[in-house]
Nanobody, 110 residues
Framework: QVQFVESGGGLVQPGGSLRLSCVVS?????VAWYRQAPGKQRELVAR???????SYLDSVKGRFTISRDTAKRTAYLQMNSLKPEDTAVYYC???????WGQGTQVTVSS
């Protein structure tokens, strides 16, 4: 099964930036970032196809950018203008999702 290893999370102040990375164990056509905040359902934040067609959750449009390096089997999520409501564990997966990795914690707080 495909494995995903996320990294790059941390604590950042409101308005700050973080770049998440995800190493994928094999080639897949769609890579997506999801997040799950405490007490909430997991939601799809952004996805990118092998043709670099991107889509985003409305609340992150204009602030987050998803990209991928197919040669490195790595996907990225550049997050700018972070808000406290972006606080969550962020996961990388395919769409539809398969086996979940550990995720990476993003905390936006002053």
């Amino acid at each position: 099964q495909v494995q995903f290893v996320e990294s790059g999370g941390g604590l950042v102040q409101p308005g700050g930036s973080l770049r998440l990375s995800c190493v994928v164990s094999e080639d897949i056509s769609i890579v997506a970032w999801y997040r799950q905040a405490p007490g909430k359902q997991r939601e799809l934040v952004a996805r990118i196809s092998s043709w670099s067609i991107r889509s985003y959750l409305d609340s992150v449009k204009g602030r987050f950018t998803i990209s991928r390096d197919t040669a490195k089997r790595t996907a990225y999520l550049q997050m700018n203008s972070l808000k406290p409501e972006d606080t969550a564990v962020y996961y990388c997966n395919s769409d539809p999702p398969g086996y979940w990795g550990q995720g990476t914690q993003v905390t936006v707080s002053s």
